[in-house]
């Protein structure tokens, strides 16, 4: 089993930045894709960001393109969502998860982190 443990969210402002962590255990996150999701009040989970198990490639949902910037570091197990310019849009529970491949469908990860919330006041 792999565990993931989000970390970073909290409360900003319209126009702040927050960098949100995961850290994961196991031996073998060389070997996984990972993702970030986010799901707000009564809404369906969203995909925002995914970053191939070498981190060479990386894909967003068009609404963060351009302020947001998924990376890993494999030697510390850990995968990072910078966030910029957040707006009230941006307010959500943010998942992190893994996965064989860095897809936008949620269906095809394995692991889920327990979510941290992210909330953007105006």
């Known amino acids: 089993q792999v565990q993931l443990v989000e970390s970073g969210g909290g409360l900003v402002q319209a126009g702040g930045s927050l960098r949100l962590s995961c850290a994961a255990s196991?031996?073998?996150?060389?070997?996984?894709?990972m993702g970030w999701f986010r799901q707000a009040p009564g809404k369906e989970r969203e995909f925002v960001a995914a970053i191939s198990w070498g981190g060479s490639s990386t894909s967003y949902t068009d609404s963060v393109k351009g302020r947001f910037t998924i990376s890993r570091d494999n030697a510390k197990n850990t995968v990072y969502l910078q966030m910029n310019s957040l707006t009230p849009e941006d307010t959500a529970v943010y998942y992190c998860?893994?996965?064989?491949?860095?897809?936008?469908?949620?269906?095809?990860?394995?692991?889920w982190g327990q979510g941290t919330q992210v909330t953007v006041s105006s």
């Open positions: 196991g031996r073998t996150f060389r070997s996984y894709s």
């Open positions: 998860a893994a996965g064989r491949f860095p897809t936008q469908n949620g269906d095809e990860y394995n692991y």
